[in-house]
T-cell receptor
Framework: GENVEQHPSTLSVQEGDSAVIKCTYS??????FPWYKQELGKRPQLIID?????GEKKDQRIAVTLNKTAKHFSLHITETQPEDSAVYFC????????FGTGTRLQVFP | GAVVSQHPSWVICKSGTSVKIECRSL??????MFWYRQFPKQSLMLMAT?????????EQGVEKDKFLINHASLTLSTLTVTSAHPEDSSFYIC???????????FGPGTRLTVT
């Protein structure tokens, strides 16, 4: 089955800096790669996603890149703000979502 | 649009009893629903996938006789935790997907505490 690894587990950045979170997946059949932000006790919130037929997608300060050959995808957040502080999860799927282990992002003012 | 509700939002039950959690898609028809479990400070783990009108498909390591899933209609799936034990205490989250849309819409989650 699918296995998703995520790094780093924690990430601290200064406000205004960029943050990058990386994930690798094992099943080459996976074709949908969403990223979620989750606050304590709340449901995951989709922040950006990418299909396997696309290499890069951007939405304002957030971008995702996908390398199908290497089976890895990354989340890039530019101009970070304190309200970006949360736990971020990547996922891969051909059906049910297989989540990475999560990254706790802290943005210091 | 694309709203998913869960009920109850939290429940406390005694060891050995059963608990039912409902997941509803309020404004779309969910051809597929998924159930996830999340322990404190951990990731979400896929438990099972259910398609309307057919038996659920469980992930490896998830006991199908303990976690009963019923997807009786295009808007409702239920998860019943049978003979609950303290180690079943967790945050249970459902998601729903409709038609050819890739995005999954998550419910708000149910926090189960077994005493």
């Amino acid at each position: 089955g699918e296995n998703v690894e995520q790094h780093p587990s924690t990430l601290s950045v200064q406000e205004g800096d960029s943050a990058v979170i990386k994930c690798t997946y094992s099943d080459s059949a996976s074709n949908y790669f969403p990223w979620y932000k989750q606050e304590l006790g709340k449901r995951p919130q989709l922040i950006i996603d990418i299909r396997s037929n696309v290499g890069e997608k951007k939405d304002q300060r957030i971008a995702v890149t996908l390398n199908k050959t290497a089976k890895h995808f990354s989340l890039h957040i530019t101009e970070t703000q304190p309200e970006d502080s949360a736990v971020y999860f990547c996922a891969a799927t051909i059906g049910g979502l297989i989540f990475g282990t999560g990254t706790r992002l802290q943005v210091f003012p | 649009g694309a709203v998913v509700s869960q009920h109850p939002s939290w429940v406390i039950c005694k060891s050995g009893t059963s608990v039912k959690i409902e997941c509803r898609s309020l404004d779309f028809q969910a051809t597929t629903m998924f159930w996830y479990r999340q322990f404190p400070k951990q990731s979400l783990m896929l438990m099972a996938t259910s398609n309307e009108g057919s038996k659920a498909t469980y992930e490896q390591g998830v006991e199908k006789d303990k976690f009963l899933i019923n997807h009786a209609s295009l808007t409702l799936s239920t998860l019943t935790v049978t003979s609950a034990h303290p180690e079943d205490s967790s945050f249970y989250i459902c998601s729903a997907r409709g038609g050819r849309v890739w995005e999954q819409y998550f419910g708000p989650g149910t926090r189960l505490t077994v005493t």
